[in-house]
């Protein structure tokens, strides 16, 4: 059974830095590519940012490029988000999600995703 | 970035009911358009990818069609377990998009 479980998320205060970790099992975690979506209080979903299965690629939404950075450990099956910088706005539900793909160039549907992990930025 | 404009944003109808909710991209897609279902609390659920094709484990209630620009979801027996949100997501160009969600609620 395909297993996604993220963790990391709290209470941060504007300017400040997290990291998110996204623990998978359940399938070949190397070869896929892996993904964040995130979901404001009562909003809807906004893709975040995506890496290639083997780290080598990665792509970001335009309104946390220079903030986030994705990376993995296939080592342990788990891939990661740092958050610098942090806003109000990047308040959400982080998700993660398996994508059907190994490489970033290969359309890359959503086909299992976790719980999510709560971030709050505020002061 | 590709604009995803979902119709209508909410609806209520009847268990038994055929629902309809519509998609529309700003820009050509392909037939890179899956959807996906969330209830209050819970992640997302993917329901169909490549526009028309079912994920595993689905029910065949669910149906998708549509090519290029504009997309439907149909529901052709509303159940129960079916009232939730609903949101369309195009994944032919990033940055991925996704419409604005259709709530789907008991009449």
């Known amino acids: 059974e395909v297993q996604v479980l993220e963790s990391g998320g709290g209470l941060e205060q504007p300017g400040g830095s997290l990291r998110l970790s996204c623990a998978a099992s359940g399938f070949s975690f190397t070869n896929f590519a892996m993904s964040w979506v995130r979901q404001a209080p009562g909003k809807g979903l906004e893709w975040v940012s995506i890496?290639?299965?083997?780290?080598?690629?990665?792509f970001y939404a335009d309104s946390v490029k220079g903030r986030f950075t994705i990376s993995r450990d296939n080592s342990k099956n788990t891939v990661y988000l740092q958050m610098n910088g942090l806003r109000a706005e990047d308040t959400a539900v982080y998700y993660c999600a398996k994508t059907v793909c190994g490489v970033t160039s290969c359309p890359p549907f959503l086909d299992y995703w976790g719980q999510g992990t709560l971030v709050t930025v505020s002061s | 970035d590709i604009q995803m404009t979902q119709s209508p944003s909410s609806l209520s109808a009847s268990v038994g009911d055929r629902v309809t909710i519509t998609c529309r991209a700003s820009?050509?897609?392909?037939?890179?358009l899956a959807w996906f279902q969330q209830k209050p609390g819970k992640a997302p659920k993917s329901l169909i990818y490549a526009t028309s094709t079912l994920q595993s484990g689905v029910p065949s209630r669910f149906s998708g069609s549509g090519s290029g620009t504009d997309f439907t979801l149909t529901i052709s027996s509303l159940q129960p377990e079916d009232f939730a949100t609903y949101y369309c997501q195009q994944y032919n160009v990033y940055p991925l998009t996704f419409g604005g969600g259709t709530k789907v609620e008991i009449k």
């Open positions: 890496i290639s299965a083997s780290g080598g690629s990665t």
């Open positions: 820009q050509g897609i392909s037939s890179y």
